[in-house]
């Protein structure tokens, strides 16, 4: 335990995700050390994140305005939509450049364990899209671990009989791993061999 204010910054750090008691010292430690001006810039970046940055009203992707950039941009097809878990999975699916429809991305995975249901992401919301968009196929791209697989399966139940084609993303991604871990060669060949659910 420190004195104070340095405590303060270790046990705040440490609520950060993947930031175990000894990294967040490390990293406090290291702010300690660095030049004001570079600690006032991280103090600006995340107070300017929390004021400007919101979630998009139709795809809650990050967003600085009513509606991100995608859901935005008319050159997107309309009639696909691809579900994903966190925003920065519309990242890694960006990066492939195999893809030009428009995301929803639902805010987590389907978890029992960590007490976190349907009712808990945004599947409302995209049952709700399916009424005012053109939807023909969805696309589930969930991350290829348990919380994913769970969800997928739950969603292919609530979307297949709705007459909507609904889609998976190919095998071939690391199992256990998170979507952006794959390269983009990876997640492109998954995404252009991607198969229906039955
Ligand atoms: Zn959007």
Redesign the pocket.
């Known amino acids: 335990m420190y004195e104070g204010a340095v405590q303060d910054l270790i046990d705040e750090l440490g609520r950060l995700p993947g930031i175990g008691p000894k990294s967040a010292q490390r990293i406090a430690f290291h702010i300690l050390q660095v030049d004001p001006a570079d600690a006032r810039r991280l103090t600006a970046a995340i107070t300017k994140v929390k004021d400007t940055v919101r979630f998009?009203?139709?795809?809650?992707?990050v967003?600085e305005q009513e509606?991100?950039?995608?859901?935005?941009d008319p050159r997107r097809d309309a009639s696909v939509l691809c579900v994903v878990g966190e925003p920065r999975d519309v990242v890694a699916i960006e990066r492939t450049r195999e893809y030009r429809g428009?995301?929803h991305?639902l805010g987590g995975a389907i978890s029992p364990i960590d007490g976190i249901g349907p009712d808990d992401l945004h599947v409302e919301e995209l049952i709700g899209r399916l009424d005012g968009e053109p939807v023909s196929e969805i696309i589930l791209a969930l991350n290829p671990n348990i919380e994913g697989e769970a969800t997928s399966s739950y969603l292919s139940r609530l979307l297949s009989p709705l007459g909507i084609r609904v889609t998976r993303l190919a095998s071939g991604l690391p199992v256990g791993g998170d979507l952006d871990y794959a390269d983009e060669v990876t997640l492109g060949r998954a995404f252009s061999g991607r198969r229906d659910v039955d």
């Open positions: 998009c009203a139709r795809c809650w992707n967003s509606e991100c950039r995608i859901c935005r428009r995301y991305v």
